[in-house]
């Protein structure tokens, strides 16, 4: 196994050579965090369907329990349980609009991972930087449990857990537990734990920071151990449901799935679940007794537990809804967590906002108005309010606005519009608005996908580590 | 010009020096001495910095006004906050108003810069460290310290002589010695 040590130790330094300046060292997070032994002993897998590219290069890497699709180069690098997504890759000839550019894309854009360390991390989406169109690359990077890369390409950065980069590109950064970035462009910046930080420089610019004595009760990675806190102990209490799906080869659907939805065969599905026209359920998603209407989606990682999506909602990855009744064109951001309790439900009325990383965990029932953006730490009455504000008043600030630890500067009425035209485009990706011949998405075309296996050298020196694989049409 | 720096400079003995370990309150009443001292030559320009020295009697610190006014100002969570997204993209408008209001809401406000637990604070904790761009050789022309003055963009410099930092060299007292070449010129 000597050689999949080397290559962790390579990482490591590179990761750490690069967050120099911010004298920030991984080493105590991710030291003896995983086991060598238990990355020997995962298959890595990648699909096949005829409306994806299929372009992968493997080389010089551990793949244990990772998932890949599209197109995707990986060397040097150790990926544990992770997804690459390469189904929204650009595609040559297509038009990326950047400010008043219209630039060619001029070959198939890839995701190349060189060089890094990804531990049940998602990526997923496209590089949104017009400097590198055609490649997504994440260089020199470490992210930990449960991180999302979103269309965010990245060298030389370490991301916490539960952290989220979406549409931004970062170089020399730290992402602190539970962060949400989606600033364009971040350089050598050490961001906290807890802040969730949307920008579209000269538009708006929103803020938000976890009061981190409660933020430690949710997520919390101290040096030397383990990542600890309620959200690791929610999804490691479910882990087991899921050695079954990736033990058996040929898995049958427990549940009726319309021939316009699609539920992933490394999906787990339990009690009385219900799943509606134009669904998408994506792999390492978590159903017990879920009603999902026509459109909703459930990303990677999203647990729906004993909840109603009434349609048309978005669950964006890694996002929690337990006890809660959700309204039409609702948006459940990143990694959000809604806990209520069987005599405690949440209630969202339609047309709400969700901001990506709000915990809303409750022991009284609690409901949000339609049409309200909600962030932060809610556990009552009294955080939502300091922690929401309808839509349509947000559409009239027009400088700046604070609330307890949010602060807003710039034009609200296109912070909403930002929002309101993603969420469209998720649904419209998704497929959620599939009217049987016309605006197919994910949830069409993921139905016939076939996964192959790719497994380790089982002993040796190279133990863990795969060979190199080139799998082209 | 064709002086060099030693002769423009203060001398370490008439400036205002406090201890590594001393209080915010001490430091300030050794300003308010240096200025009271009959020794000391304040004709020209007072003294607004107070330096701070280690137990070998070397300039490890200074201190000035601002540090002092800076430290005395309450620090909340809220504050902390503000300091922190000054680094997040918001225009320098939106910080400077977020903080004006955060420092009139601090429940804090009959202390504020009277705080018996802030006067008590260490130099060591509130003073500017010493960087590399501070430091002058006594043996420089005036000329070149002026224009070091400028590129480091500095109202003081501290004077070295083999490594031992022995005076100060203040852009005040380098203005006054332009001006006199300038009417000479003239």
Redesign the interface.
Known sequence: MKEIEKLFDRIVQRVNINLRELEYDVNPYVNKLIPFNQMVKFYGFYGVSPHHPLSFEFKNSNLAGSYFLGRCRVSNSLLYKSDIRGDELKKEKDLFQYQDFEIPVVDDEEIHIEDSFLIKTLVHNFSHDPETLERFFIKDTISMNYANIHGAPSDGCFLGVFSTVDLTTMRDCVIGNFSYVQAGEINHLHIPPGTVWVRNPGEFNFYYQYPENMLNDYVFLPAGSPPQGMLIDFVEDRKEAFQRIFDVVNIEQSVDVPSSASLDRYSVTKGHTTIGENVLVAQRAYLQNAWLGKGANVQENCFIINSRLEGNDVTAHGAKIIEADVGTMVFVGFNSFLRGRPDSRIVIGEDSIVMPHTIIDVKEPLTIPPGHLVWGLIQDETDLATNSISIERLKTIDSKLTVGNMFFEGNGAGFVAAFQERIHHILDANGAFFNGAEHKGHAQKNQFISFNTIQPYPEGNKKGMFPTIVIQP | MNSIVKDFMVPLSDYATISKGSTLYEAVLALENIKKDKNVDQSVHPHWIVLVLDKNQEVIGKMSQLNVVRALEPIT?QTE?VD??S?????AN?IG??RE?SFQNGNARDYVYTDPTKMEMKVEDFMETLVENEFIDENTSLNSAAHQLTVRNRLSLLVTREDKVVGVLRLSDVFTALITAMKKAH
């Open positions: 969570e906050i922190r997204i680094n997040f993209g918001f225009s939106f108003a977020i209001e």
